[in-house]
């Protein structure tokens, strides 16, 4: 994971995912972080969604795919290339 460094610097993360839940969750356990990043994604056909809220928010998980300014969200599509 790449994340708002200074520099070009990268983390391997691990991660958690409960697909039971709806939207589905997603917990990323950042090296040497006492937080997690909390976050919610959806597969869906060729294309995954992922939306978490930085680490240093007090505000919780997500609970819908969109963002905001201020919101310390970030949205993510993935979506995969057709041969």
């Known amino acids: 994971m790449k994340g708002n460094f200074n520099d070009e610097r990268e983390l391997e993360c691990s ?3 409960d697909p039971k839940k709806a939207p589905k969750q997603l917990d990323v356990a950042p090296p040497n972080e006492r937080k997690l ?3 919610i994604y959806e597969a869906n056909g060729d294309e995954l969604k992922i939306c ?7 505000e919780g998980r ?3 795919f969109a963002t905001k300014a201020g919101s310390q969200l970030v949205l993510i599509v993935f979506k995969k290339q057709k041969p």
Do not use: F, Q, T
Request: hydrophobic share 30%; charged share 20%.
């Open 52 to 58: 978490m809220r930085h680490a240093s928010s007090s």
């Open 15 to 17: 991660y958690k995912l």
């Open 37 to 39: 990043i909390l976050g």
């Open 62 to 64: 997500p609970s819908e």
